[in-house]
Nanobody, 126 residues
Framework: QVQLVESGGGLVQAGGSLRLSCAASGRTFSSYGMGWFRQAPGKEREFVAAIRWSGSSTLYADSVKGRSTISRDNAKNTVYLQMNSLKPEDTAVYYC???????????????????WGQGTQVTVSS
């Protein structure tokens, strides 16, 4: 009964910023690593960012490194993705995901995640 609900997507101009949120319920959030993935029309779902269960380490795709920050607030059972200097190629549906098991390191592998949110649309205009 794990539920992940993303929010914060929208339409922004190139160079703008967004902060995506993912609220989790149904599991001890603080024990699980979290990740963000995105999928553009006609393309495979790709890794964006991940954070270790403890928050002590993070991982980013090269395409967003330096422009994005993943963080978590365990008191709110929420993980965030702050995206700056957005580009048209960032346009996609962004999905929040939770690792299959607790106490795991950050991972860029889609198969390492067992639970997914419904996605939130990010559109960056040129």
């Amino acid at each position: 009964q794990v539920q992940l609900v993303e929010s914060g997507g929208g339409l922004v101009q190139a160079g703008g910023s967004l902060r995506l949120s993912c609220a989790a319920s149904g599991r001890t959030f603080s024990s699980y690593g979290m990740g963000w993935f995105r999928q553009a029309p006609g393309k495979e779902r790709e890794f964006v960012a991940a954070i270790r269960w403890s928050g002590s380490s993070t991982l980013y795709a090269d395409s967003v490194k330096g422009r994005s920050t993943i963080s978590r607030d365990n008191a709110k059972n929420t993980v965030y993705l702050q995206m700056n200097s957005l580009k048209p190629e960032d346009t996609a549906v962004y999905y929040c995901a939770m690792r299959r098991g607790p106490f795991m390191a950050a991972s860029a592998e889609r198969g390492d995640y067992g639970y997914w949110g419904q996605g939130t649309q990010v559109t960056v205009s040129s």
